[in-house]
């Protein structure tokens, strides 16, 4: 299979280009200004000159409140990381001739194209558990401390969130051999996605139904759908298969 | 027997026909030197014998194995591109590494292999420098050097030898010359005189199709054009072109062609030109330095066969 070769290959790639160092500083950074700026925000108003008036608008931050700001913060540049991260992961090997190298010897092209898909990850499971420990501590801090077994399932749905457009991105980026259109393909999927995800009837039907999921879990309130994550694993299924499918029809 | 075996290979791009029904046969143990113009599908043909495209029709059989698929590349292959490409930031150790782990090689066959391919292509100071700041020649070697890893039985080279510079070149084509009878060795290249020294075998592909294909010698032999190199002392090479207008009007003269300053003589007659060139040169107060028979060259049968003006990768 070979999978365990590329996989170690793709490791010391996420290293060496810094990738793995860049997603922990920034994830954990959000990780730790998220409550931190919840709990902030009335100071910072009234900080602000002529913002005073506003302080007292601002009711008292709560653990709700900070809870949010990490979700929000995590997801957004988690999915931001998965982009950038997979949109170059195939095409620039087919541009350079690095795939043609290594391919032409007997690697399989679905080991290639999972090696990287999980190594990928891994990166983003590292970063989004130093970021995990960063919020759980200055929350705890700040306001009170979190219930661990929530705290956890909620993280493990950002991740995923994070892992279906990495899916996606890898996809288009197997398509094609120029990284801005693998990049533009999965925007326009994420865009598609977080305008389904605004409609009350199709909205539970998209990922973007997995932030909203992770949110409530966290405050203990029900979660009365599970639609979300049953699509983005789909999708993330869809995408690696499809994937194998073009990758293995193409020529390098 | 055969190592490698293509019959009537077609592949087309978009309305481009890259093979037009090729034929090539190569000797097991043999060195075969893959010719022909740009263009001419020699590139197409090594990517496809390296599992890396697919023909629209006709066989492949390596070392009787049929066809290669890109699921499935052999582990009998050793296959060097034209321009070898690397990870930026890996060392020629890691790469080299990472490719006997994909070969299979246990750890101890690894790090024995890896040093003695370091040390034959010559990058034991930069074994663990960054391929990244690898110059063009380097990066060749480094690519010999990774299509060797698995001491294949089928070594396929795209222009091994293109980007090397004089030493280097000397030195990877006697690799080449001591690899003959170890392994099957198909290298494809524009320098016709690096085909002549190591090849045993030449094949010469033009638009898809085989042209020719024979042993060096009888290739030589079989279209052996006699000519004449006559080289112009100083005093006359500043003549050269109305010296090679009035050779050319010597009876018995095909073609006059020149390069420097001599001038390359193409006949059928050679002891009868040689004379009647000689009463010229003296009638004309022409210097030379010297007037010799040749043999015809690769290089003579390659432009006749292609109909190509000047010789080309």
């Given at each position: 299979m070979n999978l365990w070769t590329a996989f170690k290959k793709e490791i010391m790639e996420q290293s060496r280009t810094r990738r793995l160092l860049i997603a922990i500083i920034l994830l954990t950074s959000f990780g730790m200004l998220s409550p931190l700026l919840a709990k902030l925000m009335p100071d910072i108003f009234a900080a602000i000159p002529g913002g005073e008036q506003f302080a007292g608008l601002i009711p008292p931050p709560t653990i709700s409140d900070a809870v949010a700001q990490y979700v929000k913060n995590i997801t957004q540049f988690g999915v931001l990381l998965s982009l950038?991260?997979?949109?170059?992961?195939?095409?620039?090997?087919?541009?350079?001739?690095?795939?043609?190298?290594?391919?032409?010897?007997?690697?399989?092209?679905?080991?290639?194209i999972l090696a990287k898909f999980l190594a990928i990850s891994l990166t983003l499971f590292v970063a989004l558990t130093a970021a995990a420990l960063a919020g759980y501590y200055y929350?705890?801090?700040?306001?009170?401390?979190?219930?661990?077994?929530?705290?956890?399932?909620?993280n493990g749905l950002i991740l995923l969130y994070m892992l279906t457009y990495a899916?996606?991105?890898?996809?288009f980026s197997t398509l094609t051999r120029t990284q801005f259109v693998a990049i533009g393909g999965s925007a326009g999927v994420l865009i598609l996605s977080s305008i389904l995800g605004s409609l009350p009837t199709l909205g539970k039907f998209t990922p973007e139904a997995l932030v909203t999921n992770a949110t409530q879990l966290i405050l203990d309130k029900p979660v009365t759908n599970w639609w979300g994550m049953w699509v983005s694993l789909i999708l993330i299924f869809i995408s690696l298969m499809a994937s194998w499918i073009a990758f293995r029809r193409q020529e390098l | 027997m055969n190592a490698i075996q293509i019959d009537d290979l077609h592949k087309h791009y978009g309305q481009v026909q890259a093979l037009d029904g090729l034929n090539l046969q190569v000797q097991k143990g043999s060195v075969y030197g893959f010719l022909g113009p740009n263009g001419a599908g020699k590139t197409t043909t090594l990517r496809i014998l390296a599992g890396l495209a697919k023909p629209d029709g006709g066989t492949v059989v390596i070392d009787g194995e049929r066809e290669q698929s890109p699921e499935k590349p052999s582990l009998h292959i050793g296959y060097l591109p034209e321009e070898p490409a690397f990870y930026p930031w890996m060392t020629p150790l890691e790469f080299l590494n990472y490719v006997g782990e994909?070969?299979?090689?246990?750890?101890?066959?690894?790090?024995i292999r890896i040093s003695e391919l370091i040390a034959q292509s010559g990058l034991q100071d930069a074994q663990k420098r960054r391929i990244g700041g690898f110059s063009h020649g380097m990066r060749q070697r480094l690519g010999f050097a990774q299509a060797m890893i698995n001491q294949p039985d089928v070594l396929l080279l795209d222009e091994p030898v293109s980007a090397l510079d004089p030493a280097g070149r000397k030195e990877i084509l006697e690799l080449i010359l001591s690899l003959r009878g170890q392994c099957t060795i198909l290298m494809s290249t524009h320098i016709l005189a690096d085909v002549e020294r190591v090849c045993d075998t030449i094949g010469i592909i033009n638009s898809g199709k085989m042209v020719i294909q024979s042993e060096r010698s009888e290739l030589l032999n079989r279209y052996a054009v006699s000519a004449l190199d006559v080289e112009l002392a100083n005093g006359s090479s500043t003549r050269l072109e109305e010296i090679s207008r009035l050779f050319s009007q010597v009876d018995g003269v095909n073609a006059v062609t020149s390069e420097q300053n001599v001038l390359h003589i193409q006949t059928a007659d050679v002891q009868g030109v040689s004379q009647r060139l000689m009463q010229s040169i003296v009638a004309s107060g022409i210097q030379i330095n010297k007037l010799e028979v040749v043999r015809p060259s690769l290089e003579d049968i390659f432009i006749r066969l292609t109909g190509e003006g000047r010789v080309q990768a």
């Open positions: 950038l991260f997979c949109m170059g992961a195939v095409s620039v090997e087919k541009d350079k001739g690095t795939a043609a190298m290594i391919l032409s010897k007997p690697m399989p092209r679905g080991s290639f929350t705890t801090f700040l306001f009170a401390a979190l219930p661990l077994t929530p705290y956890l399932a909620m899916a996606v991105t890898l996809f | 994909i070969f299979h090689l246990d750890g101890h066959t690894r790090k």
